[in-house]
């Protein structure tokens, strides 16, 4: 017996030998996850629910795509018909004789002015809240930004509430738990089977031990990670149109796994038995995953429920209706009081025009009362927004779900700014309309394209 | 060389060793006798450094095992009671395995000779160790603590649940350490393997060395007789 | 067989872990029907301040003419669901608010999850939330080594050679389990009626029963599938991290997958080939507005030759109002075929997934929890048939007023009063008749009941070939 392994390199005494330990720990590892079929099983299992969420994300992200290059289409044709008219000196369609294009008003109608909340190529990675708003509009002097045609697509509440297995569920929710498998029995088993002194006593560190053997694990799952959001960067073209959004989502899934790494490493270090390493990590998961975010859920809706937006639908009828009751004296003189500049302006001097002029105005009017009413329930919105974000203290998933959702460009807020880029465009085309028709502007061609131009951009 | 001097530990106020010293010099085997909840595997246990005494001194090979441990763990050559190895993994694989969690690296060749030494038959290197009776995982064990080319072994109950032959093989190993230099503390309740293997015996009652004598000195009857009276006592 | 039963929850009662989780899941349990009702109540009472104010504008409106008062139109709310405060469903994400005017069908808008950011993926801390994914992990737990414990230390053999039967130990353990999470569904319905008897009709009470049996199957199959692993499975480990496997499948897995496929299968149209779809068919009605109109001319004459009269101005009736209505009816035919479409296209996404129930009972939970507690889809699109309904009828109102009610044909200005306006009656929600939701979600409970037969049957099996050893 003496003389075995005489030739063999004993590093103990090297420095760097509790590098090399790891190493070795690591390139073990492997083996004892390929003969573990339930780990290897539920890691193809996440890959797979992975790949097809990221398919479901590039599909809505195709359909909204698909959906604004349809409606460009038919913006582009109206505007063809449009300048169609002021070729053939027309003033509009001949079965409508009430419309005259060189009309500010009929002008911008024909215009077809959208504004798209163009969804993010980097959508697939998180569908967030995009089917919980419409993403395109049709700006008009009479259109505001909380319109019905604002609200979610055509979709069955089913799916919307059991939610859509996008690449952020499976990241959120599956990928903890792939951890979950992946580690429930380290340290545990040893201990179970009673040999983890023995595994003490060979690397003097079990900390070491065991988190070197969770690196693997850690390692292995971020490998699979950036395969799947390279994978899902080329479905849509992430890198060519959204190359730093790709590197936000690597960012913070690799900081959500290593949120979770540590959490279980915490739970693990010190476990007996399989049952308790299980029964603690599975305990996680669902205070992180299930109770806090329901709970918050549940707390905001009672602190600061939702609405059925009074303030607005008051604004939008009963409002408006008591502005059309008022006499035409009061009701002109609001608009010269909100418009002081009309009153030396050509038309005003039109008595036969004026009319017209200002009924053109009244849209103004109807847009301040509902631009007032929005200024509460956007208050609500921040109040109870800043009730969840507060929460996201202790409510981790929370805090990671809505990163996504801002990295994606799928975020609540992300919605309200393109609310607020419609109340924009809004303003813009009503105090144009009222500028140019007290003007008395005949609308050319070249007009018309200004509109397009101008009218276009918040 | 394995030295306790004057060793004390309880557990929440109920004394598991009182004043235990004892020393296992090089190429010695000692034998720790005594009944369930004596102290023997508190002992072990201290000298592996997971439990700290409550007073006394704990040295091997020199070192201080409550403040080196890591240290003196690298020396130690460690054998449980059930050596429950991975399931999954053959032998061989535990053992290169082990190695090199300890920092040792050998080669194939090295490894096939490490198992053979210890009695591992070499049809079986390749098994899964799930397949491994009780005595051949013991082997296992027993050649990843020679592997790591141990100056001291401690030894808990190794030869509970073996069948005779292959606890004769483990005495016989454990004499083949000894001669090597190696010094080897066994805990035991098993008389006639501590008396044929092991040159001194301490008989351990309530955590409390309360004989120790020469194995040459005794037969394995007046050992057995000695050890029960004690017990009875 | 009860002593056995007896003797296991003797077990679990001394043990300080058990004792400790069951009790901070009931005190949960008990939170989540609190919070749920003070939720309702909220909402109720919101529900009803904005009825009112809504109803109050209506009944005070100034004289105004009967065809302007359909453009002003008013607003329906959609009401708390009979028992939203245990399984919110759909509630969540559905609007709450639909215009009700002439000439248009408006879409159902403000909902909840449009007002906030996002916070929870699996809903609010309902009580459906536990019982639905934490309850049965609970009795997983509990269950997973009950036999494998009993072969491993050999009580088993002993069990045995006492005359004990096998088969009856290993019922007695799946009852005893059983009987655990039926105790704790008990205790939230209880707390649920104690909170909410003042609404409690012999409606809510009967579904509430059919709520406690689809869980009462679903705690069957999980209680016996885990102790069927637990008889079968080589050790405890295995059958806890199978079942651990079945659960994630089942709760998290399958029901996203399997909705997603289910709306790839049945494609809803996009909403801007839906609006493009009605206006081309409603192009080709009557222009309510628009006198000039072909087809608006062609009802005149038929109206001029009813009454016998050679000009509109000779009509004993205001012929605007029969245009209008002409148009509605026209509208209403439109609305009826597309939104008729779409309603089949949910119906058969719903059908398909009610059928994945097959591979998963617990998206046979799901729907019958979601259903008998009135927050499913189905409810919903019942709801927005009646409020499309009483549209049509507040509309038809209207313009009867107007075309019978003694003003003459082109004229605008003609009023009607307050008193008018005050007879126009308010939208009345009438929930969904139990026999209705019980066709629709027969399906989900025979699968159920298929489920916990087939884990008898296994578990019978099982039992005759279950080694000792």
Request: charged residues 20%; contains cysteine; aromatic residues 12%.
């Amino acid at each position: 017996m003496v003389g075995i392994g005489e030739s063999s390199f004993d590093f103990r005494n090297e420095e760097n030998a509790s590098f090399m330990t790891s190493l070795n720990i690591l390139g073990y590892e492997w083996k004892h996850f390929v003969r573990s079929p339930f780990k290897v099983v539920a890691l193809l299992l996440f890959v797979a629910a992975s790949v097809y969420g990221l398919h479901n994300g590039a599909r809505l992200y195709e359909t909204q795509m698909d959906e604004v290059a349809n409606i460009e289409a038919k913006m582009s044709e109206a505007r063809q018909e449009c300048l169609a008219f002021y070729e053939a000196d027309q003033k509009g369609p001949e079965k409508r004789p009430w419309v005259d294009v060189t009309a500010p008003m009929w002008a911008m109608w024909y215009a077809n002015i959208y504004h798209f909340n163009t969804p993010s190529s980097a959508m697939e990675f998180s569908i967030g809240q995009a089917e919980q708003y419409g993403f395109y509009k049709k700006i008009t002097t009479r259109a505001s930004s909380y319109d019905n045609d604002l609200t979610q697509e055509i979709a069955n509440p089913e799916r919307l509430q059991t939610g859509s297995l996008d690449f952020a569920f499976a990241l959120l929710y599956l990928l903890p738990l792939v951890l979950l498998i992946m580690l429930y029995n380290l340290n545990s088993m040893e201990a179970e089977q009673g040999f983890l002194p023995l595994i003490e006593v060979q690397t003097a560190s079990r900390y070491w031990w065991l988190g070197s053997r969770m690196l693997f694990y850690i390692g292995l799952l971020w490998i699979v990670l950036l395969g799947l959001l390279i994978y899902g960067a080329y479905l849509t073209g992430v890198f060519t149109n959204a190359g730093f959004a790709f590197g936000q989502m690597l960012f913070w899934s690799s900081l959500y796994l290593l949120f979770w790494s540590g959490l279980f490493f915490l739970l693990i270090r010190n476990s007996t038995t399989i049952l308790s390493n299980a029964l603690k990590m599975v305990g996680a998961w669902l205070l992180f995953a299930f109770i806090i975010p329901a709970t918050v859920h549940q707390g905001v809706s009672i602190v600061q429920p939702a609405g059925f937006m009074t303030e607005l639908i008051d604004a939008q009828r009963d409002q408006i209706w008591k502005l059309y009751d008022l006499p035409d004296s009061v009701l002109h003189a609001r608009i010269e009081q909100r418009f002081p500049e009309i009153a030396n302006s050509p038309i005003a001097e039109d008595r036969k025009k004026r009319q017209m002029a200002y009924k053109a105005s009244t849209p103004a009017l109807f847009n301040d009362l509902v631009k007032t009413s929005i200024v509460p329930i956007e208050q609500a919105y921040r109040d109870r927004n800043q009730l969840i974000r507060w929460s996201t203290l202790f409510n981790p998933v929370t805090f990671f779900q809505n990163q996504f959702n801002q990295v994606t460009e799928t975020h609540f807020d992300d919605y309200l700014n393109y609310r607020h880029e419609l109340q924009s465009l809004i303003d813009q085309q009503i105090n144009t309309l009222v500028t140019d028709t007290w003007e008395g502007k005949v609308v050319t061609p070249s007009h018309f394209e200004n509109y397009i131009q101008d009218l276009s951009q918040p | 060389m394995i030295q306790l001097i004057h060793a004390f530990k309880s557990f929440k106020g109920t004394p598991a060793i009182q004043d235990l010293s004892l020393q296992v010099n090089s190429g010695e085997v000692y034998g720790l006798l005594g009944a369930n909840g004596a102290g023997k595997s508190t002992t072990i246990n201290m000298l592996l450094g997971f439990v700290q005494p409550d007073s006394g001194s704990i040295t091997i090979q020199q070192m201080d095992v409550t403040k080196v441990y890591k240290k003196v763990r690298a020396t130690i050559g460690y054998i449980p009671e059930n050596v429950n190895l991975y399931p999954y993994l053959s032998g061989f694989e535990n053992l290169d395995y082990f190695c090199r969690l300890a920092g040792l690296k050998y080669n194939r060749s090295d490894l096939q000779a490490f198992l053979t030494s210890c009695g591992l038959p070499k049809e079986a290197h390749r098994k899964k160790v799930s397949d491994y009776s009780k005595g051949m995982r013991q082997k296992v064990g027993i050649s990843i603590a020679y592997a790591k080319k141990a100056k001291v072994y401690l030894l808990d109950e190794p030869a509970s649940g073996l069948d005779p032959l292959a606890s004769n093989e483990l005495s016989d190993l454990l004499k083949k350490l000894a001669a090597e230099g190696a010094a080897i503390l066994m805990a035991s309740h098993d008389i006639f393997r501590v008396r044929e293997v092991c040159h001194r015996v301490g008989i351990l009652k309530n955590g409390k060395l309360i004989q120790e004598l020469r194995s040459e000195d005794v037969t394995t009857n007046e050992l057995e007789n000695l050890y029960l009276k004690y017990m009875k006592s | 067989m009860w002593h056995i039963i007896k003797n296991e929850w003797i077990g679990l009662h001394r043990n300080r872990a058990f004792l400790g989780l069951s009790t901070g899941f009931m005190m949960v349990l008990l939170l989540t029907v609190v919070l749920g009702t003070l939720q309702t109540h909220l909402q109720q009472r919101q529900y009803e301040s904005a009825k009112n104010e809504v109803r109050q504008q209506w009944e005070n409106l100034n004289p105004m003419n009967p065809h302007g008062a359909a453009h002003y139109g008013t607003y329906v709310f959609k009401p708390n669901s009979l028992l939203g405060s245990l399984d919110e469903g759909v509630n969540g994400v559905t609007g709450k608010v639909l215009r009700v005017e002439g000439h248009v069908q408006n879409e159902i808008v403000h909902s909840e999850a449009s007002q906030m950011q996002a916070v929870s993926k699996f809903g609010k801390l309902k009580s459906a939330l536990l019982l639905q994914y934490i309850l049965p992990l609970l009795l997983l737990f509990v269950a997973f080594r009950s036999v494998n414990s009993e072969k491993q230390s050999g009580r088993l053999k002993l069990l045995v050679l006492q005359g004990g039967q096998l088969q009856r130990l290993v019922w007695a353990k799946v009852l005893a389990v059983w009987l655990y999470g039926m105790a704790l569904l008990l205790l939230t319905l209880v707390a649920y009626a104690l909170a909410s008897s003042s609404s409690i009709d012999a409606n809510t009470a009967l579904r509430v029963l059919f709520f406690f049996l689809s869980y009462g199957l679903f705690y069957f199959i999980i209680s016996g599938l885990t102790v069927l692993l637990s008889t079968l499975g080589k050790n405890a480990t295995i059958a806890l991290t199978t079942m651990l496997g079945i659960w994630i499948l089942w709760t998290i897995f399958l029901p996203n997958i399997l909705m997603s496929t289910v709306d790839q299968w049945h494609e809803l149209p996009s909403r801007e080939a839906f609006k493009t779809a009605m206006k081309a068919d409603r192009s080709k009605g009557i222009d309510g507005h628009n006198p000039s109109d072909e087809r608006s001319k062609e009802l005149k004459e038929q109206t001029l030759k009813k009454y016998g009269v050679e000009e509109v101005s000779q009509l004993p009736i205001n012929f605007d109002g029969l245009r209008m209505q002409a148009d509605e009816a026209y509208g209403n035919r439109v609305w009826d075929k597309h939104f008729g479409r779409l309603r089949e296209i949910l119906a058969h996404q719903k059908q398909d997934y009610q059928l994945a129930g097959v591979l998963n009972p617990f998206i046979s939970l799901q729907n019958a929890s979601m259903g008998f507690a009135g927050s499913d889809n189905y409810h919903h699109q019942e709801f927005l048939v009646r409020v499309e309904l009483y549209r049509r009828d507040f509309i038809k109102t209207l313009n009867d007023k107007h075309a019978y009610g003694g003003s003459t044909t082109g004229d605008w200005q003609w009023k009607v009063d307050q008193g008018f306006f005050k007879s126009v009656s308010d939208f009345v929600y009438q929930p969904v008749r139990l026999s209705a939701v019980i066709s629709h979600y027969f399906l989900d409970l025979v699968l159920l009941l298929a489920w916990s037969a087939l884990v008898s049957l296994l578990l019978i099996f099982a039992t005759r070939k279950m080694p000792l050893l």
